[in-house]
């Protein structure tokens, strides 16, 4: 463990200190022998853990998402005083952590409110799938504010939020400036409403001020996440950690794009899901005002890299501040979606009680040499406001070495894909999971169609349980969350990995973003691999399929 502090070594696997009376109760349930962390971590490195061997062997991608490793297992049990952070590069077990982490909690508080949520349904649905994995009969519960542990995405809770509250009006007034707010209908998605917005204002914006991402993350983390509902608010707004400096007639049209939105979505009757989170909300805070107790008692976060303002501020209004309150999981490195953002300035605190988990082992070490690559030259910041390393990661596992297969134009790169996937499948005499991952749909389905024709069944979606051995086509997007044994990257050029990549003209603080996230989707894609890691590409750049 060279570059780790003795003492942070000593802090993970409690050397030196006794074991707790429930870590002794639970060991004794498995294994005496190995009740103690320092124990476990001489076994499954010296001797190769049985559990962890079975898991290696069989490709079984259910137990390996709910194994527990020593390094991980304090943040899964112990009782802490607030919020608290863990991050963690891919593989590092943090959504384990946070599986663990509910199921213990529930145990020790029986009749608790439990709350494990991420940024997407999809997500939502592996954790729920984990959780019933690692404790069959939990007490799972099916709406929010019942007893039990709830699984859902964070959009989704806000939404029964606001489905659910008799202040609905006045949030609405308060945040929207209107109080014509509804839920019956049907949510804009991404940035698909700011095209039809901007065509209906006359403004004098330079050309990055009107890029749909960046008016999404403007309004959406400075106008809805600070409540602003006049253009007088929104001129002296603290907008520090934007990165895109606005004068004051930029604001002023930014204002007008604002209000023309604000206008059109009331009339249609149709909000964006931050819309929704943010006045779900302020009826949490208008509920908490009137001494309406906390719809949760604890609550879990995972992928909270890519969780925007809104968010954050809704969240830290589920549950009253106080002991395990709040514990996040966040990967600054897969940060795909959102801005980055500090807690701090959205209600947030932390106070410095956050860990970095540093194993991987999920990932070989080949393959995670292989995706490090992909953050070169670029500073990712966490959730605290510092830089986050990319140096120190390691890996409990060797594998082959990733396979660079340039073919010369789209039928090559097809028929390679397909002879892969064939290779794989005819070979393995254990169960695997297969993925082939591209930028766009278009590739995708291109690809599908193709390993339809060979006889090859694929699925549009990952399987959640891993149950069977199967093909996925997706989007690296699409991808995030999920692992496979076996990865085919599709379109990328090792040498010039982002050569196909976004050719936006926004400012450069707005590029230098996009770029960052490019990264760290090329990154997060190429760790999706457990065992084995393939790119295949077309070398003449014709057509480029990927």
Not at 165 to 183: C, D, I, K, P, W
Not at 300 to 313: P, T
Not at 363 to 383: P, V
Not at 517 to 534: F, I, K, N, P, W
Request: net charge neutral; hydrophobic share 40%; proline share 3%.
């Amino acid at each position: 463990m060279v570059g780790v502090d003795l003492d942070r070594i000593r802090e993970n696997y409690r050397l030196g200190a006794a074991p707790s009376e429930q870590e002794g109760d639970e060991d004794r349930r498995i294994i005496a022998a190995l009740a103690h962390p320092a124990s476990k971590l001489r076994f499954t490195y010296a001797e190769d853990s049985a559990e962890l061997q079975r898991v290696i062997e069989t490709g079984d991608i259910a137990a390996w998402r709910t194994f527990l490793h020593p390094e991980q297992r304090r943040y899964a049990e112990q009782d802490l005083r607030g919020s608290f952070r863990v991050t963690g590069g891919s593989g590092t077990g943090k959504s384990v952590i946070l599986v663990h982490r509910a199921r213990n909690l529930a145990n020790r508080h029986p009749g608790a409110r439990i709350l494990l949520t991420t940024f997407n349904s999809v997500l939502a649905r592996v954790l729920r799938s984990n959780l019933e994995t690692l404790a069959p009969g939990i007490t799972i519960a099916e709406r929010l504010g019942e007893p039990g542990i709830h699984v859902a995405s964070v959009d989704s809770l806000a939404v029964a939020v606001v489905e659910n509250s008799g202040m609905l009006q006045t949030a609405s007034e308060n945040v929207l400036g209107h109080s014509r707010f509804r839920t019956d209908r049907p949510r804009w998605k991404g940035t698909e409403v700011w095209r039809r917005t901007l065509a209906r204002v006359s403004h004098g914006l330079p050309e990055h001020l009107t890029a749909e991402s960046f008016l999404e993350s403007e309004y959406v983390n400075v106008v809805l996440a600070r409540r602003l509902r006049r253009f007088e608010d929104y001129a002296t707004v603290d907008r520090r950690g934007r990165g895109v400096r606005l004068s004051r007639r930029d604001k002023k049209d930014l204002w007008k794009v604002f209000a023309e939105h604000r206008d059109f979505c009331m009339n249609l009757g149709r909000y964006t899901f931050p819309e929704v989170a943010a006045v779900a909300t302020e009826v949490l805070q208008c509920d908490a005002e009137a001494q309406v107790p906390a719809v949760a008692d604890h609550v879990l976060v995972d992928e909270g890299q890519d969780l925007h303002a809104v968010h954050w501020r809704f969240l830290r209004c589920l549950a009253d501040e106080g002991p395990n309150d709040l514990f996040i999981a966040e990967d600054p490195h897969q940060r795909v979606y959102s801005e980055g953002i500090t807690l701090a300035h959205h209600n947030v605190t932390i106070k410095g009680r956050s860990r970095r988990l540093t194993l991987n082992y999920r990932t070989t070490a080949q393959n995670l040499d292989f995706a490090l690559r992909f953050l070169a030259e670029a500073t990712f910041h966490d959730l605290e406001g510092a830089v986050e390393a990319d140096a120190g990661y390691r890996s409990s596992r060797l594998g082959p070495q990733p396979e660079l297969l340039p073919e010369e134009g789209v039928e090559s790169v097809l028929g390679r894909v397909a002879s892969t996937v064939e290779s794989w499948l005819s070979t393995s005499t254990s169960a695997i999971s297969v993925a082939v991952l591209t930028r766009k749909h278009g590739a995708g389905k291109r690809i599908r169609s193709h390993l339809h024709s060979h006889g090859i069944a694929v699925d549009e979606v990952a399987e959640p349980s891993g149950a069977k051995p199967s093909v996925s086509v997706l989007t690296m997007h699409g991808a995030k969350g999920h692992e496979f044994t076996h990865v085919i990257l599709v379109g990328i050029d090792p040498e010039n990995p982002l050569g196909s990549a976004s050719t936006s003209t926004a400012a450069e603080a707005v590029s230098a973003d996009e770029r960052r996230r490019e990264q760290a989707l090329l990154y997060v894609a190429a760790t999706r691999a457990r065992d084995q890691l393939v790119i295949i590409w077309d070398r003449t750049n014709r057509d480029r399929l990927g």
